[in-house]
């Protein structure tokens, strides 16, 4: 079947969305997806951030579709022409998505600890306005303790529910779903029931903001701060193919490897995620490469760098070497605040 | 006096119990079917019928069950959709109430014709006493041999069960109802494939709204010829009008389809004229999600032709200047309407029922009822009536399910229609603040002062 986005042909196999027709063709036709998740069934049709005008339906119905469909949950049809950076429309209605998702999730980024791998972020720097028009009262949720090691952060989430579908395809002994309606729709856990599921960490990396964090790497360093390197280990509960996101010798965080569209590879399980940060666990096999204009690439090793020589009177950098210090985080002592009382990590998790 | 089909027999007493039903000679339809007329048969004959879905969006119940996938071998099923959550439409809780059989006839010959083995009758949570009622009159048309195994000798068999519902808007919508039936959330699923194709388990399904069903025996008996003739164009046969607001005489009343908006509400027979003789101020002829109509366009549409109570009259010149039949909740105001206070409490309503999978419908809901009662509440600002305009015109088409546009509709005509209402709301938040706005000063009176502003 030959389909075509934005003025680019591609032959695809029956059964093809729109969206994974885009995929295939690449660059900057590709719809922004914040539910949809390939490797996850049932995803999609939900955030409607993928939106994209069908202005030709096939060769046999060559009626422009009445609607802008969700690419991630329609079919190609053999002919059919799809607009999507390159409509107005499609655009409009993006813009209209990213403005009712920044509602009640605000880009007050500091507080949250997805910065620099947060798809919300990245869609409304595409998206996103400068002026607010919303001016009410945000929704706001009481914080609820979910288990050991996943931090809920209700006020972030924007019900993509793929979490649900990591529950629903990857654990067995489901606690955990949506609750009410409307935007007071919350993710929870059955009264009183901890997510305890060895598969369970997935439900982190899945999801595409902050809402869902580790505990054990929560505020600990921010994401670019940590150089990631792809690193494996045997394991007999999953592939055990994870990046290992390291500060100095240290193995902060354990992820499983996610691939240009945020998707992770392979699942892995909890003991891999959680249990493992010792270097001596791992085989490390290298860097990870990340897109160019990822914020992680902001602590780029992977590219030679040449020192650069600021000539410039010593006055007009002043203080610059403090910053610099305090940038590279050496000289911080993590378990200390700036009073000198000691954190207590579970309060500040 | 316009004929009666479904409410015919509505007053003989005792039409409730099965004796009564059956000697004022129901189940006849089932009789005929499933003696005398194969399942395609039956089909044809609904299709000859016109018959149009009763449940909102009117689409043709003959042609949706021709859709039916009848070749995969599966099990089919016919889900009667008696969730009836629309405000404003009461209709069919009337039915299922006062004539419980005529529902149980109607299902029990239509999942005939689409070879339906397993039928459900799906009730909002709610109508817990008309839950109990149906319950009864299943449990006597089974013991009548209605229901069961080899059903008149016939070889055909069906089980029929009332679920009740926990009582959502949204679990109306065809497909959350499906999800809610088999006992999930009720969210709507994403189309396609259609209930035709896959809907109840797997299966293909046809959701039919109760009203839909009941005309089914009636058009067995007697003919699709004859109930096509009732009626003008490609609105047939008679359709019930659930009327309250301000006029005489509330309640469920049968018409044919064809008769003029003008004579619905000032007959006798029907609405009885406005309540208090006061003047009318507009119009929800469909329930509570489509468009408003104001007073000029209840009785003429825009090209000045008499509006009648059809499909396509209703909806005359689209959301400019019409509206639509919708489920026939008719909601007529007069002059101490506030347009603000309604829309913001249509708008209440649509916030509270959106199921929130998907994020326009999810955050806009809420959004549009909250700048809606600030302006209600006297805190509006000037900018908030395009605001307003801007964030339904988000919402609309970009959603799952209907439900979204069923949220901006009502939003948009009342703003397209009574925009001046919405700027005295701001430009005098003083006078709004005092709740009881427009009862004894209707807008009319104080019009002038949005006008002298505006110059
Ligand atoms: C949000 C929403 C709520 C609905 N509620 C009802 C309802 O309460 N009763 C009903 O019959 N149809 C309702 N519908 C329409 C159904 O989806 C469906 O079209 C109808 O039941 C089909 O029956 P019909 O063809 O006989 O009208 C609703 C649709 C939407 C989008
Ligand atoms: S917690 Fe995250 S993954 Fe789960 S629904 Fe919310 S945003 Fe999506
Ligand atoms: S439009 Fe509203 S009710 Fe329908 S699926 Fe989306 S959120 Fe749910
Ligand atoms: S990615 Fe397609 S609707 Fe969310």
Not at chain 2, 368 to 387: A, F, P, T
Request: hydrophobic share 35%; proline share 4%; aromatic share 8%.
């Amino acid at each position: 079947m030959k389909v075509t986005i934005d003025g680019q042909e591609i032959d695809v196999e029956p059964g093809t969305t729109i969206l994974q027709a885009a995929r295939m063709i690449g660059g900057e036709s590709v719809p922004p997806a914040m539910c949809y998740y390939s490797k996850l069934k049932g995803t999609g049709g939900k955030c409607r951030c993928c939106l994209v005008d069908v202005t030709k339906g096939s060769d046999n119905d060559p009626r422009p579709m009445p609607k802008l469909v969700a690419s991630c949950v329609t079919g190609c049809q053999d002919g059919m022409e799809v607009a999507s950076k390159k409509s107005e429309r499609v655009r409009e209605a993006r813009n209209a998505v990213t403005e009712f998702l920044l509602i009640n999730h605000p880009l007050d980024c500091p507080v949250c600890d997805q910065a620099g791998e947060c798809d919300l972020q990245n869609l409304s720097f595409e998206h996103g306005k400068l002026q607010q028009r919303f001016i009410e009262d945000k929704r706001t949720f009481e914080p609820e303790n979910i288990g050991p090691y996943i931090q809920l952060h209700m006020n972030r989430c924007i019900v993509c529910q793929r979490c649900v579908e990591v529950a629903d395809q990857l654990t067995d002994g489901r606690v955990h779903g949506v609750l009410n309606r409307g935007d007071h729709s919350q993710i929870s856990t059955c009264v009183s029931a901890a997510i305890d599921n060895e598969f369970s960490g997935n439900m982190i990396d899945v999801c595409p903001v902050g809402a869902l964090t580790d505990k054990t790497f929560r505020f600990k360093s921010r994401v670019w701060f940590n150089k990631p390197f792809n690193a494996h280990r045997d394991c007999d509960k999953c592939c055990g193919k994870t990046t290992v996101w390291m500060f100095g010798n240290e193995i902060q965080r354990v992820t499983a490897r996610k691939d240009e569209y945020h998707e992770v590879e392979e699942f892995i399980c909890n003991t891999c995620r959680f249990d493992k940060k010792e270097v001596s666990d791992w085989v490390i096999e290298g860097p990870r490469k990340f897109e160019k204009d990822s914020v992680i690439n902001q602590n780029n090793y992977t590219r030679k760098l040449d020192k650069v020589v600021i000539n410039t009177e010593k006055g007009i950098l002043e203080g610059r070497e403090i910053d610099r210090k305090k940038i590279s985080m050496a000289e911080i002592d993590y378990n200390e605040k700036i009073d000198g009382t000691n954190i207590n990590s579970k309060k500040n998790g | 006096m316009g004929r009666k089909i479904l409410l015919d027999k509505i007053n003989v007493p005792g039409i409730k119990t099965y004796e009564v039903y059956r000697k004022e000679g129901g189940y006849a339809s089932v009789e005929k079917a499933l003696k005398k007329m194969t399942p395609d048969e039956v089909v044809e004959e609904v299709k000859t019928s016109g018959l149009r879905g009763r449940g909102g969006a009117g689409f043709p119940a003959g042609m949706k069950w021709s859709f039916i996938d009848k070749k995969s071998g599966k099990p089919r099923h016919l889900v009667c959709n008696a969730d009836e959550s629309e405000p404003g439409t009461f209709k069919d809780r009337y039915l299922m109430e006062y004539i419980p059989h005529l529902l149980i006839e109607g299902m029990i010959t239509s999942s005939y014709a689409l070879g339906a083995n397993l039928s459900y009758i799906y009730i909002r949570g709610e109508y817990m006493w008309v839950y109990k009622i149906l319950e009864k009159a299943i449990a006597e048309a089974k013991t009548a041999g209605w229901l069961g195994k080899n059903i008149l000798g016939s070889g055909y068999d069906l089980e029929l069960y009332v679920q009740i519902g926990g009582g959502a808007y949204i679990c109306g919508e065809e497909t959350a109802l499906i999800e809610s039936l088999e006992g999930n959330r009720g969210n709507p699923r994403i189309k396609p494939p259609f209930p035709a194709v896959q809907g109840l388990w797997q299966n293909p399904t046809v959701v039919n709204n109760v009203e839909t069903i009941a005309a089914v025996p009636w058009i067995v008996n007697n003919s699709g010829a004859d109930y096509a003739a009732i009626g003008i164009g490609r609105s047939t046969g008679t359709k019930l009008i659930s009327a309250s607001g301000n006029i005489k005489n509330q309640g469920v009343f049968e018409i044919d389809l064809g008769l003029s908006v003008y004579e619905f509400m000032n007959s006798d027979e029907y609405c009885g004229g406005m309540q208090t003789n006061r003047p009318l101020k507009a119009l929800v002829p469909g329930g509570s999600s489509v468009p408003i109509l104001p007073a000029n366009l209840i009785y003429k549409t825009a090209n000045g032709e008499d509006r009648l109570m059809t499909y396509e009259s209703l909806s005359d010149g689209g959301f400019a200047t019409g509206s639509m039949l919708g489920s026939g909740g008719f909601i007529v105001y007069d002059d101490r309407a506030c347009i603000v206070r309604n829309t913001w409490n249509f708008a209440r309503f649509y916030h509270h029922e959106s199921c929130g999978q998907c994020t326009p419908c999810r955050e806009g809901t809420g959004w549009l009822e909250k700048v809606l009662w600030r302006i209600e509440n006297g805190q509006g600002r000037e900018e908030d009536i395009d605001l307003l305009w801007s964030i339904q015109s988000k919402i609309e088409g970009n959603t799952i399910c209907p439900l979204g546009d069923a949220a901006s509709w009502p939003v948009a005509a009342a703003i397209r229609h009574f925009r001046d209402e919405f700027e005295y709301h701001v430009r005098f938040p003083e006078k709004i603040k005092n709740r009881d706005h427009f009862v004894a000063e209707p807008f009319e009176k104080v019009k002038h002062l949005v006008a002298k502003q505006t110059v």
